[in-house]
């Protein structure tokens, strides 16, 4: 079955350093893979997502992820983050040989100090 | 366009009595998804419907949990006779009408908090 890994449950970065948010998927032939950003007793909001085509994908807010097959990786990153981008971020994919359901990572805290 | 709405927001209820959480997807949307967030955790999926169909239930609890979504009127998530561990928020997400091999992008609604006394 598909699995998703976030390997940090919290980032703490200082306003406008750089920062990566790790994910790593389990094999499959083709998926389909989404970064979510969720507020504080919001809902989640679409960041980026790899479908197909170009492995670096650019997204809302300054974000960029790059889809690794080799490694199953889809890593986001952000060169200079701000205060407003404290919040929980979800690395989740679909799996394009079983459906569409979603599968979500445990989400990474990110927490910018400044 | 107003987005996916969920209501309500909160929910309490004292353990043994049923919760009822509805989800009004997007306009033109004619696919809901029900996710549960435990704290600290992320989305786990439970549920996949179009009208009047339940694609995929492979994250359901098999017993006291069901959901629906009528022809007219919104998506509603049925939780019987409630227990401590129900508690969690509860996600709807909505999509358009999926075409082809490639998923649509899911528009997740604010979520349903629900606290069992």
């Known amino acids: 079955a598909q699995s998703v890994t976030q390997l940090d449950s919290q980032v703490p970065v200082f306003e406008e350093a750089p920062v990566e948010l790790r994910c790593n998927y389990s094999?499959?032939?083709?998926?389909?893979l989404f970064w979510y950003v969720q507020y504080p007793n919001q809902g989640l909001q679409l960041l980026l997502k790899?479908?197909?085509?170009?492995?670096l994908v650019k997204g809302i807010n300054g974000f960029e992820a790059e889809f690794n097959k080799s490694q199953t990786s889809f890593h986001l990153r952000k060169p200079s983050v701000h205060i407003s981008d404290t919040a929980e971020y979800f690395c989740?994919?679909?799996?394009?040989?079983?459906?569409?359901?979603?599968?979500f990572g445990a989400g990474t805290r990110l927490f910018v100090k400044a | 366009n107003a987005g996916v709405m969920q209501n309500p927001r909160h929910l309490v209820r004292r353990r043994g009595q049923e919760a009822r959480l509805r989800c009004s997807p997007m306009?033109?949307?004619?696919?809901v998804y029900w996710y549960r967030q435990l704290p600290e955790e992320g989305l786990k999926f439970m549920v996949y419907?179009?009208?009047?169909?339940?694609?995929?239930e492979s994250g359901m609890p098999k017993e006291r949990f069901s959901a629906e979504f009528p022809k007219e009127g919104p998506s509603i998530l049925r939780i019987q006779q409630v227990v401590r561990g129900d508690s969690a928020a509860y996600f709807c997400?909505?999509?358009?009408?999926?075409?082809?091999?490639?998923?649509?992008?899911?528009?997740f609604g604010p979520g349903t908090r629900l606290t069992v006394l």
């Open positions: 306009k033109g949307h004619s696919h």
């Open positions: 989740a994919v679909i799996d394009g040989t079983g459906g569409f359901k979603t599968i």
């Open positions: 790899y479908l197909s085509g170009s492995t």
């Open positions: 094999s499959s032939v083709s998926v389909y």
């Open positions: 419907l179009q009208k009047e169909n339940i694609i995929d």
């Open positions: 997400a909505s999509s358009p009408a999926v075409g082809g091999s490639t998923p649509n992008e899911q528009f």
